[in-house]
Structures are given as C-alpha cells and as structure tokens.
C-alpha cells in the first residue's frame, strides 16, 4: 500500500543554519508531492510542492529536491529562524484528491 | 476574504453520545476534505467532496462516520454513538478546483474529547 514516511521525528538546529527534513515515499508511481508545516494549535499550511517531472524547486528560503530513483524527497530551509520551528510533513496526492500525510518531523530552532 | 472556517474548536462529550461538526470552507472553492489527527500523528484522510458528492470516504472508519454537504458549501461531519478512540483533531481543508493538485487550505480544526 501507498505510504509517506519521515527519516527523523526530531530536527534540531542552531539559529542561522540550514535545516534538511528528509522523506521517503513507496510508492514509485506517485506524482504530486507537497510539503507542509503545522505550528501548535493550527491547521497545516502550504509551504511548497514538486512535481514528479521535476528534481528541484525553489521557493522563498525553501527548497525541495525529489530524487524519483531512490523514492526521497527532501524540504531544505535557509537561514533557519525561531518562526520556523513546527511539525513539517510531507504529502503525496494521489489520482482523487486526497493527500496521504507521514507522521511528521518536529523542527526545533535554537537560539 | 475569510480562511476554512471549523466550529466548535473543542468539543467535550461523553462516549455514546452523538457529535456534529462544522466546516465552512473557503467561498468558491468546490472541493473539501476531512482529516481526522490523533496526537503526534499525520493528518489521516476521511472523506472528500467535489461539490455535494462524496468523491472518496475511502477513510471513513465504520458507518458511525458520517458527512454531508448538502449545498456544496459548509459541510457537517457526523458522528454517532462516540468511543473514545473517537478522540482527535478534525481538520477540514478546501480547495479551488480538487484536482488532485495543488494547495489544500486547512482550517485550525475541531479538536474532540470523548470521555
């Protein structure tokens, strides 16, 4: 069955410095993926997604790189800062709609 | 305009008891989901609406799960006879045009407490 999964529960990281949350994914047909942040209390919201015809894609302080061969996918945050501490999970969405969401990666930012 | 609207924010109830909860998604957007997220956990998918029909309630965990959106706009998730296992956070997203692709807007979620 399809499954979306995270390297890492936690990240930590000092102020400043880039942060890798890292994913894999099984299924090998999968398209769509999106990356999303959750802070305490709220409701995920969108940071950036890639799709599958694509390796790279950059968005303001954010990459996220796909590599199809080995099913990983990767959000790299520049220069963290104490507003990007949350839960960040990634997603893949599948033919109908929906997204399948991994148990998430908590990224802690030191100051 | 106004983000996913969800009432209540919380709702405590005693287990067996019925539960209503509300989502007012964002205005025009056609499709909406419900994701139900237990502590430390992903959002897990419940069902999903493309106008008034349930395009997928693959997630629906057992026919005491229920939701309707009889107008295409707010939608009520229905919950009869609650266990406590029903305790969670419901989170109810919309989306422009439920493509498949694209952002899902989430609201800040209806978090049930079953006694």
């Known amino acids: 069955g399809e499954s979306v999964g995270l390297h890492l529960p936690t990240l930590s990281v000092q102020e400043g410095d880039n942060s890798i949350i890292n994913c894999a994914y099984s299924?090998?047909?999968?398209?769509?993926f999106i990356w999303y942040k959750q802070e305490s209390g709220k409701g995920p919201q969108f940071i950036i997604d890639?799709?599958?015809?694509?390796d790279k894609r950059q968005g303001q302080r954010v990459t996220v790189l796909l590599n199809k061969t080995v099913k990983h996918l990767s959000l790299q945050i520049a220069a963290t800062q104490p507003g990007d501490s949350a839960v960040y999970f990634c997603?893949?969405?599948?033919?109908?709609?929906?997204?399948?969401f991994g148990q998430g990666t908590t990224l802690q930012v030191k100051p | 305009g106004a983000g996913v609207s969800q009432t209540p924010s919380n709702k405590v109830t005693e287990k067996g008891k019925y539960v209503e909860l509300r989502c007012d998604p964002i205005?025009?957007?056609?499709?909406l989901y419900w994701y139900r997220q237990s502590l430390g956990q992903g959002p897990e998918f419940l069902i999903y609406f493309q106008g008034t029909g349930a395009a997928d309630d693959s997630g629906l965990p057992n026919d005491r799960f229920f939701a309707v959106r009889p107008e295409g706009s707010v939608s009520t998730l229905k919950i009869q006879r609650t266990e406590r296992g029903d305790s969670a956070v419901y989170l109810c997203?919309?989306?422009?045009?439920?493509?498949?692709?694209?952002?899902?807007?989430f609201g800040e979620g209806s978090r049930l407490t079953v006694l």
């Open positions: 997203a919309s989306s422009p045009t439920g493509s498949g692709t694209g952002e899902l807007f």
């Open positions: 299924n090998s047909a999968s398209d769509y």
């Open positions: 997603a893949e969405n599948s033919n109908t709609g929906k997204l399948i």
């Open positions: 890639i799709r599958s015809n694509m």
């Open positions: 205005s025009g957007h056609t499709a």
